[in-house]
């Protein structure tokens, strides 16, 4: 299967720092990402899409000068959360479109652990 | 109605038990279906994809998709307790553009 990394795989922070989170498909090219947020025994929630070369699309509800997205690459999509408070504390996983058309398949990366204190 | 739609579980099943996860979706022209695999803490894992009506099989799992009835299953046979998982139903709707629907999963467990 495709390689997706992410890095850093869990990261502490006070309050009011920014953190940056970066998602990379190892071994394809991704025009697309995906990042998600899972709280604990909760489903998936998608935050937004990051098209490669173009703003990202937030989904409803996600603020997008609080989460910032740059996919700056084909390979190479980062999820900034600006200004984190604790209930920012999540899981965040991201997702790379591996190849085109309707056979298209999301690959997962491992995931970011984020605790704010 | 929610767009992907699985039953929460838990679906406790024996050691060497088939276990039917079963997944329902709203919008009739949806292409793509994909099954997801989920352990506690972990990401979700690609198992299978199918994109045509009838039956997908790839080792003890196999993937079954009726669009008239909007109906989409995993079937895990001989299950392990290592197969005890969140397992995601996942379905590419007919919208355009490349997002995926996630349903809430369901959680298996299987007892040795």
């Known amino acids: 299967g495709a390689v997706v990394s992410q890095h850093p795989s869990w990261v502490i922070c006070k309050s009011g720092t920014s953190v940056k989170i970066e998602c990379r498909s190892l071994?394809?090219?991704?025009?697309?990402m995906f990042w998600y947020r899972q709280f604990p025994k909760q489903s998936l929630m998608l935050m937004a899409t990051?098209?490669?070369?173009?703003?990202?699309?937030?989904e409803q509800g996600v603020e997008k000068d609080k989460f910032l997205i740059n996919h700056a690459s084909l390979t190479l999509s980062t999820l900034t959360v600006t200004s984190a408070h604790p209930e920012d504390s999540s899981f965040y996983i991201c997702?790379?479109?591996?190849?085109?058309?309707?056979?298209?398949?999301?690959?997962f990366g491992p995931g970011t652990r984020l605790t704010v204190l | 109605q929610k767009e992907v739609e699985q039953n929460s579980g838990p679906l406790s099943v024996p050691e060497g038990a088939i276990a039917s996860l079963n997944c329902t979706y709203s919008?009739?022209?949806?292409?793509?279906f994909f099954w997801y695999r989920q352990y506690s803490g972990k990401s979700p894992e690609l198992i299978m994809s199918?994109?045509?009506?009838g039956d997908k099989e790839d080792g003890r799992f196999t993937a079954q998709l009726n669009k008239a009835s909007q109906y989409v299953s995993l079937l895990i046979r001989d299950s392990q307790p290592s197969d005890s998982a969140t397992y995601l139903c996942?379905?590419?709707?007919?919208?355009?553009?490349?997002?995926?629907?996630f349903g809430a999963g369901t959680r298996l467990f299987v007892k040795a």
């Open positions: 996942a379905v590419r709707p007919n919208t355009g553009g490349f997002k995926t629907i």
């Open positions: 990051s098209n490669e070369g173009s703003k990202a699309t937030y």
């Open positions: 199918i994109y045509s009506n």
């Open positions: 919008d009739r022209g949806s292409q793509s």
């Open positions: 071994d394809f090219q991704a025009t697309t």
């Open positions: 997702s790379a479109r591996r190849g085109s058309g309707s056979t298209d398949t999301q690959y």
